[in-house]
């Protein structure tokens, strides 16, 4: 009689072990799914046609065959294609050395074959500069040596998301120009930045 | 002694077994008759045994707080999921989500939790893409770049849980890198009691993310020296999903 009361705990005992995976206890679950960090995008574009752009345009404004009192005008789209409003948006202007290699051999004796960055930089000027169809005056009736060393000239308004608008700008070459600057080429880059604040 | 013949002893026994008859009759006789009229001191009380299972009841809410405009929040409920959404995330912003988690039921529990934390930068923009070292490790930068603050409390209802917070993840004065959130959000048990007690606990999880962004060193953590300086557009497109099941157990 013991043993068969000892060897049905054992039983018991086993059967409890081996179901204790099994057993459920009370339990409640709650899921909260779908919490989303999503940065934002600022994402400026340049263009020469009126259209949503990224990334960067080139030959905006192309003046060949120059001559003193001759002018060029362009326009320069720029579009915001990111989630983020540009409450800040401005431009700057840089340019490289001149290039002389173009200058006729007969042209001699000038003050700027010694200092090719001087004085051609200085005979090509802004006339009209427009952003959103507002004169930008800070940046207007400047040579390119003045509009470097303006540094961010701002665009008013900023440029709201999904926004576009024209820049646009008229270049001038100065009456006072001499031969010195005949064949003369300069490369000049605007820079648009547009931040969040 | 007497000595009887048999017969007299047969007799004697019959004589003995009647009387015993006779007697056992009157004691029954007098017995069942005086059954009306008997009063015992008596007092009769009942019980019953009523069996009631317990009840384990947990019941989340979501609240968050960020930019204006900017995220949204589900707050779900019981078997109901809440959540919070944040869009459009700038340097120098920040923001935060709340679980308060309550055992309604009757009987206590242990809250554990299963996260998934996820990263995604699909769709990368020309800006984000001009980065040094975007997009490191594939799933974008935000496991890196993002400041995350994980605190929990418990007590006996939401501003008491919040009045006992202590960091689990970063501190007071420094955060840590998302991507350490999940390991610590699945290492969770906390005891809930029953209703009644101290059966609140609170999640917040701050986020932030550096005007001047920077990259949390191998520590895992920002402020600590080893940071890395990154371009502030290193974060552009980038995003982070945060998936939570909270789960009270009676058992464990």
Redesign the interface.
């Known amino acids: 009689m013991k043993k068969i009361l000892g060897l049905s705990i054992a039983a018991i005992l086993i059967i409890a072990m081996v179901g204790g995976g099994t057993?459920a206890?009370?339990?409640?679950?709650?899921?909260?799914?779908?919490?989303?960090?999503?940065?934002?995008?600022?994402?400026?574009g340049l263009s020469n046609a009126d259209e949503m752009a990224?990334?960067n345009t080139t030959a905006t404004w192309a003046a060949e065959g120059w001559a003193p009192g001759a002018t060029e005008n362009g326009t320069l789209y720029i579009s915001n294609?990111?989630?983020?409003a540009m409450t800040t948006l401005t431009a700057s202007f840089d340019y490289s050395a001149v290039d002389t290699s173009g200058r006729p051999t007969t042209i001699t004796g000038s003050p700027w074959t010694t200092d090719p960055t001087d004085l051609f930089d200085k005979m090509i000027r802004t006339t009209t500069v427009k952003w959103q169809g507002a004169s930008v005056g800070a940046a207007e009736n400047k040579t390119l040596a003045e509009l470097k060393a303006l540094g961010d000239i701002t665009l008013p308004g900023g440029l709201a998301i999904g926004g576009k608008g024209p820049l646009f700008i008229e270049f001038a070459f100065d009456t006072a120009a001499t031969n010195g600057c005949q064949g003369n080429t300069v490369d000049v880059t605007v820079t648009v930045t547009g931040t969040?604040? | 002694m007497k000595i009887q013949s048999p017969a007299t002893l047969k007799e004697t026994e019959k004589s003995v077994k009647k009387i015993i008859a006779l007697t056992i009759a009157f004691l029954l006789a007098t017995g069942m008759a005086a059954t009306g009229v008997w009063a015992y001191f008596t007092d009769t009380e009942t019980t019953g045994a009523v069996i009631t299972a317990?009840?384990?009841?947990?019941?989340?809410a979501?609240s968050g707080s960020g930019t204006a405009g900017k995220y949204t929040v589900a707050g779900?409920g019981?078997?109901a999921?809440?959540?919070?959404?944040?869009?459009?995330?700038?340097?120098?912003e920040s923001g935060s989500?709340t679980?308060v988690?309550v055992n309604n039921?009757s009987?206590p529990?242990t809250l554990t939790i299963d996260s998934a934390v996820t990263f995604s930068d699909v769709s990368q923009?020309?800006?984000?893409n001009a980065v040094s070292g975007n997009n490191d490790g594939g799933n974008g930068d935000?496991d890196d770049c993002?400041s995350i603050k994980l605190q929990r409390g418990t007590g006996t209802d939401q501003a008491n849980a919040e009045a006992n917070l202590v960091y689990l993840l970063g501190s007071s004065g420094a955060g840590a890198a998302?991507s350490g959130l999940e390991a610590v959000l699945n290492g969770q048990s906390v005891a809930m009691t029953a209703s009644g007690g101290s059966d609140t606990v609170v999640y917040i999880i701050t986020?932030s993310?550096a005007t001047d962004i920077k990259r949390a060193g191998s520590d895992g953590s920002f402020g600590t020296g080893d940071d890395i300086n990154v371009n502030e557009?290193i974060?552009?497109?980038?995003?982070?999903?945060?998936?939570?099941?909270?789960?009270?157990?009676?058992?464990?």
């Open positions: 057993w206890y009370f339990n409640d679950t709650e899921t909260s799914t779908g919490n989303t960090l999503i940065a934002g995008t600022l994402d400026l990224t990334g294609s990111g989630s983020i969040q604040q | 317990g009840t384990l009841d947990l019941v989340p979501v779900g019981n078997q999921n809440g959540n919070a959404v944040f869009t459009k995330i700038l340097p120098g989500i679980w988690l039921g009987v529990g923009n020309i800006v984000e935000l993002m998302l986020w993310v557009n974060i552009q497109t980038d995003s982070a999903q945060i998936g939570i099941t909270f789960t009270l157990n009676s058992g464990n």
